[in-house]
Structure formats: C-alpha cells, structure tokens
C-alpha cells in the first residue's frame, strides 16, 4: 500500500512600511494559514512611529535592518506556533516596499 504524499504549500512574504506578512496557500489557492507582525505594536523596543523611525535630518526617514530580522523570527515562530507543516513548504515569494 502507497501512502499519497501530503499537499505542498507556499509562502508569500509581504514586506511593507507598516508590518511583515505572511499567508501560506496550498495547491489550490485555499488559505492555510495568515500572519502577521505590525513594526509599532510587536516590536516597541524598536520606537518606531508607522514602522520608521524620523530623522536625524529633516526629511530623512529610516527602518531599522534589525527589527526587519526579528520580525521574520517572529512570524515564522508565529507560523510554527500554529501548526503549520513548515516542512511541507515548497516555494516562498516575497514582496517588499
């Protein structure tokens, strides 16, 4: 008796000003799983305001590189936590602003 394999999964990654997120599709597009971390509210060491931190110049505005790194350890903590087959992930695409 041949057991099937399981359903491949994929990944896609939305980096945006605001927040990193994350929704996982199978073969057919059916949502499996969605997350997200928001810069300001699940990472406040950080002290951004919108996911940027103003200044030191007029004008100027920066993300911290770090905080981008924590919030995919985040998210994919987030993932697992769920029970979401990480395993099980075949493909990741990924879009950032």
Known sequence: MSIAPSSPL?????????????????????VIHESSVHFDNDLPAYGTTNGAILGPGEGEVTSPVAMWLEAID????????????????????????
């Open 10 to 30: 994929f990944l896609g990654l939305d980096l945006s000003t605001q927040q990193l997120k994350a929704i996982i599709v199978n073969e057919d597009t059916t």
């Open 74 to 97: 985040l998210l994919f903590h987030r993932i697992k936590a769920a029970g979401v087959e990480v395993d099980k992930i075949a493909a990741i695409s990924g879009a950032g602003q």
